[in-house]
């Protein structure tokens, strides 16, 4: 650390935190705020993709009471559903990254120009999120909700699919065989062994300007 910012700290604590004479403060507290926006930003995403996807699932099942639901609707809902789940899933991790480099950057100017890192503080005391007895991550838990709509709509393209090709009678052995599978994979992540994105990301192709 150099001499100048020793200096600036020594000032905020002898003018006992004033705002008025320390815009790096200002800055700090503007630019938290939009970890707050983030943060409104993704409930209102998970409450869009609980809607669409609850929705789905009672349309569905009011079909099959009446008795409207064929095979072919049932592949292509279990189809679209996987993929609104992984594109859930997709979003719950973009706005997580999102907050992880916006509470960087608070680290940074923190680091420079105030007297302490709160936020880097508080995530050291809980451990990097990394011992569940000491907290467990927001997103480790909210990232659920696609995990269980994604087994459930594949659930329905394995009957859908089986219905059409009159191969019904697979329908326990496969179905088995796809819990089997989320549940490995339900395991390895919630253990931090895998996810699904961490493989493909050197593989995504965002777009350029």
């Known amino acids: 650390m150099t001499e100048d910012n020793e200096d600036r700290r020594s000032n905020q604590v002898d003018n006992g935190g004033d705002n008025n004479q320390n815009p790096a403060l ?7 705020q939009t970890t707050l926006d983030v943060s409104n930003r993704r409930l ?24 409207v639901v064929t095979s072919i609707v049932l592949l292509l809902v279990g189809i679209v559903g996987v993929a609104l789940s992984i594109l859930w899933m997709a979003h719950i991790i973009s706005y997580k990254q999102l907050n992880s480099g916006k509470y960087r ?28 007895e000491e907290y467990i991550t927001h997103t480790s838990v909210e990232i659920w909700w696609p995990r ?18 009159n191969a019904i009678d697979l329908l326990t052995p496969l179905s088995l065989i796809w819990s089997g599978v989320m549940a490995v994979y339900g395991l390895a992540a919630f253990r931090g062994r895998w996810t699904p994105f961490d493989s493909i990301g050197p593989y995504w192709k965002q777009r350029k300007k």
């Open 26 to 32: 200002e800055q700090w507290k503007f630019y938290g």
């Open 148 to 165: 269980v709509t994604l087994w459930v709509f594949g659930l329905m393209i394995i009957a859908g699919g089986l219905q059409k090709i």
């Open 44 to 67: 209102k995403n998970n409450r869009f993709y609980q809607k669409l996807v609850l929705g789905t699932f009672a349309g569905v099942g009011a079909g099959v009471k009446l008795g």
């Open 105 to 132: 950057v608070l680290s940074e100017i923190a680091k420079e120009d105030l007297p302490m890192e709160p936020f880097q503080e508080e995530w050291d005391q809980l451990k990097r999120g990394r011992d569940p």
